[in-house]
């Protein structure tokens, strides 16, 4: 069962701030200097839950190291991955559309740290600022587009293909050379039975892709990864930050995303 105990440190009150988050990074700095007041430092302890479903969401978690997994429930005590969260975005984005709860939890899978800002000052800010409204509505809809393709990849990939996904994926938004996972988290992660993680990872070793230090996976040979992973990863790769990109490299992303739909479906009825 995954735990819901919230971590209750008080927060250390932001002072100089050189943001890692990759969303308060694309700032312009006057805009930056601006929202830095209204930011406090957040530790994300290991195996605890950031924002509960259900519960009203006071507060808006800009992810600067670490990682996120959202859960989706399966049943009374269970519940699957739909989406990870790093450096390149925030918990708390349903806030940023009006929408007061989620059904959604949001599992801290590695430790570190967020700049949190509460709802109501962010909904001030960015009612200022068209550059910071623009990063997180891009956000929000990277988020969903990789969702929808994390289902997509649950219904019609093999396992050592999702896994990969997860791996790199993960890795991306981290920052690290070695993630500190375990195989019982990943397992739970990936809608698995931890037998099922423990002998791919057993394959993917004897390839030399990773190794395992404990209980850290230090990922070797990336391009081994990538090519074994489905193209589900570079479908989210592709997603991501796509509202850093100029308008024409936008709608050219866009443009190639639906054709490589429509053709897919034209494929799928004959
Ligand atoms: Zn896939």
Redesign the pocket.
């Known amino acids: 069962m995954w735990s819901d105990q919230i971590e209750s440190d008080p927060v250390p009150k932001g002072e100089t701030i050189f943001p890692r988050n990759h969303l308060l990074r694309s700032l312009p700095r006057d805009e930056l200097e601006r929202l830095v007041p209204l930011l406090h430092v957040f530790p994300l302890s290991r195996r605890r839950i950031l924002q509960h479903a259900g519960v009203p969401i006071d507060h808006v978690y800009f992810i600067e190291d670490g990682l996120i997994s959202v859960l989706a429930k399966t049943d009374d005590c269970d519940a699957v991955e739909v989406w990870l969260i790093g450096r390149d975005g925030v918990v708390g984005s349903e806030a940023l559309l009006g929408i007061e709860t989620t059904t959604l939890s949001h599992f801290v899978q590695i430790g570190g740290s967020a700049l949190r800002i509460a709802v109501r000052d962010l909904n001030c800010a960015m009612s200022k600022s068209s550059n910071l409204r623009a990063a997180l509505h891009g956000y929000v809809h990277a988020a969903l587009m990789q969702s929808s393709?994390?289902a997509?990849?649950?219904l019609?990939?093999a396992f050592e293909?999702?896994l990969a996904?997860w791996l790199l994926t993960a890795q991306d938004r981290v920052e690290l050379d070695a993630l500190p996972i375990t195989q019982e988290l990943l397992a739970r992660s990936l809608g698995v039975h931890r037998p099922t993680v423990s002998a791919t990872f057993k394959v993917l070793q004897g390839r030399g892709i990773f190794v395992k230090e404990r209980g850290l996976i230090r990922i070797v040979d990336r391009s081994a990864l990538e090519r074994l992973?489905?193209?589900?990863?570079r479908?989210m790769a592709l997603s991501r930050n796509l509202w850093q990109r100029s308008e024409t490299r936008r709608k050219l992303v866009v443009a190639l995303s639906v054709l490589g739909a429509v053709l897919e479906v034209e494929l799928w009825v004959q």
């Open positions: 393709q994390s997509a990849c649950s019609k990939h293909q999702r996904r992973a489905c193209r589900c990863y479908t």
